[in-house]
């Protein structure tokens, strides 16, 4: 399948074949790296990689991914660059163009990476915006893969807590495109938003998915093969705004007693990370001071258990993130 020259700004610049292409060339690249024979596709390529948010696993899957298949990158952090404040991004990537072979962005805005896609005149890979997160798609896609012997088709991932980010709404579309049993499990005030929802809808009719929206846990999860959950607050968030979220999203908690809801052993959890599982960081200590709380989203108890997969998760935004570079830009 030849994605040569193509963008990744969202889920739905792909079809479900394109997207499981991609599933299967990371899983070729993770075995010839795990083999050390890989083939070096992208020799010779220089990458910028656009970081105007903080990050662990986006930031360190395109270093090694450029650099084990022989491309160099340029880091572009806060204040590198004139992005959006003396430069605007249509003219940026005109810049950026004529010396990269392709851009990752990882940042706020959703017209940015967009405008940048547009312009470029090479691929563009969207990181992170607070609308998508479609490499982190593709991660989640390889692990549920390798951990469930189902067709993609039969399996239910439910994800619970605040649904109105772009994890949520990469999920619900995702899970859309590919036919999935796909649950979206809060508070009414943070589902994903009447477009999010049309959009995944919309797919859906073509695809089979079962999508499901609702507000109780133990429901929401019976029969689910994956319990999927991401942070409710940030260090950038007002400390002001936690108590009206956690107080709401505390029941959406994935705990031990959740798990055994889902009626199936073998449950699995995601989670794209970081994760407020316990009181090791400045935010854990900060909330179970004000709070007495030891977790928010996920308890340690699951965290550090059998069911939980987040790390091989985490590694697999290495071979996936590899696979998107590869196949628009490689030899």
Known sequence: MNLQGRNLLKETDFTKDEFLFLIDLAAQLR??????????????????LIFEKPSTRTLSAFEVGAHDQGAHVTYLGPGDTHLGEGESARDTARVLGRMFDGIEYRG?????????????????WNGLTDQW???QML???????????KPL???????????????ANSLLVTGALLGLDIRICAPSSLLPSAEVQDIAEG???RSGARIRLGQDPSAMVDGADFLYTDVWVSMGEPVSDWDERITELLPYQVNAALLKSTGNPDVK????????HNTETQLGRQLHDKWGLTAL??????????????????????????AAMVATIGD
């Open 203 to 205: 797919l859906s009719r």
């Open 297 to 322: 989203e996920v308890t340690e108890e699951v965290f550090e258990s059998p069911a939980s997969i987040v790390f091989d998760e985490a590694e697999n935004r290495l071979h996936t993130i590899k």
């Open 108 to 124: 706020f805005a959703q017209d940015t990476v967009e405008t940048l896609g547009k312009y470029a005149g090479v691929p563009v």
């Open 31 to 48: 075995s010839e790296k795990r083999a050390r024979r890989e083939h070096q596709r992208m020799a010779g390529r220089n990458i910028a």
């Open 153 to 167: 088709e039969e399996v239910a991932l439910c994800y619970l807590g605040d649904a109105r980010n772009n994890t």
């Open 139 to 149: 991660a989640d896609v390889l692990t549920m893969r390798d951990h469930s012997a």
């Open 269 to 276: 959890f995601l989670h794209c990370l970081p994760a407020l």
């Open 133 to 135: 997160h479609p490499t």
